[in-house]
C-alpha cells in the first residue's frame, strides 16, 4: 500500500530564511509525486508535481522539490521565504496514470515570523 | 468563475439529523471526488466517480452516499449524522489521467 510521511507537524523560519519540508513515501513502482498547500479556510492548491524526467521539479511561488528514489524523499525548497508563504503543505503520493487515489502525508505547518 | 465549488461552506446540525453538500465543477473534468479532512488535517479520499460512476470507495460508512446527477455535479448525502463525522469534507475534481487535483475550499460540519 502507498503511503507519505510528512516527519514535521510544525515549522517556524524567519521571512527570508530558506525552507526545506520533508516527504518520505513508500510505493511498489514509479510514483506520482505531489506537493499541495492549504491557505487557512482554503482547498488544496497544487505546488508541483513529478511524474518522470528530471528529478528537480519546479513549481508555482518560487518553490521547488527534489525526487530522491534511493531516498524515497520528494522534499520541498524554497530558497528565500516570504511572510505569504505561512500555510499547510501536503505531500502526496499516487500511482501512474489515471484516476486512481492519491494519499496524503498529514501535513507540515509552516509559520513565517517576520 | 470558481472552478469547483461546494455548498455549503458551514453547516452545523444535530446528531441524527440527515444532511447533503453539494458540489459542482466547471473544469470539464470527467473524475470528481469527495475527502473528509479531520480535526489533525489529515486528509483521507472517501468517493471517486469519473462520468457519473463510482470507482473508488473506500472504508466509508454507508450512511455516507454519494451522488453523480452528471458529470459535473457531485453531491454527498449524509444519513444519522455523527459527532464523529464533525470534519472538513473537501470536493475535488481531476481530468481522468488524475495528473492535478482541484479542490473546492471545503465544507465544515459540525455535528452537535
Known amino acids: 500500500a502507498q503511503s507519505v510521511t510528512q516527519p514535521d507537524i510544525h515549522i517556524t523560519v524567519s521571512e527570508g530564511a530558506s525552507l526545506e519540508l520533508r516527504c518520505n513515501y513508500s510505493y511498489g513502482a514509479t510514483p506520482y509525486l505531489f506537493w499541495y498547500v492549504q491557505s487557512p479556510g482554503q482547498g488544496l492548491q497544487l505546488l508541483l508535481k513529478y511524474f518522470s524526467g528530471d528529478t528537480l521539479v519546479q513549481g508555482i511561488k518560487g518553490f521547488e522539490a527534489e525526487f530522491k528514489r534511493s531516498q524515497s524523499s520528494f522534499n520541498l525548497r524554497k530558497p528565500s521565504v516570504h511572510w505569504s508563504d505561512a500555510a499547510e503543505y501536503f505531500c502526496?503520493?499516487?500511482?501512474?496514470?489515471?484516476?486512481?487515489?492519491?494519499?496524503f502525508g498529514t501535513g507540515t505547518k509552516l509559520q513565517v515570523i517576520p | 468563475d470558481t472552478a469547483v465549488s461546494q455548498t455549503p461552506k458551514y453547516l452545523v446540525t444535530q446528531m441524527g439529523n440527515d444532511k447533503s453538500i453539494k458540489c459542482e465543477q466547471n473544469?470539464?473534468?470527467?473524475?470528481m471526488y469527495w475527502y473528509k479532512q479531520d480535526s489533525k488535517k489529515f486528509l483521507k479520499i472517501m468517493f471517486s466517480?469519473?462520468?457519473?460512476?463510482?470507482?473508488i470507495n473506500e472504508t466509508v460508512p454507508n450512511r455516507f452516499s454519494p451522488k453523480s446527477p452528471d458529470k459535473a455535479h457531485l453531491n454527498l448525502h449524509i444519513n444519522s449524522l455523527e459527532l464523529g463525522d464533525s470534519a472538513v469534507y473537501f470536493c475535488?475534481?481531476?481530468?481522468?489521467?488524475?495528473?492535478?487535483?482541484?479542490f473546492g475550499s471545503g465544507t465544515q460540519l459540525s455535528v452537535l
Open positions: 466517480y469519473n462520468n457519473k460512476e463510482l470507482i
Open positions: 473544469l470539464g473534468h470527467d473524475t
Open positions: 502526496a503520493v499516487g500511482p501512474s496514470g489515471g484516476y486512481q487515489k492519491v494519499t
Open positions: 475535488a475534481s481531476s481530468s481522468e489521467r488524475g495528473e492535478k487535483l482541484f
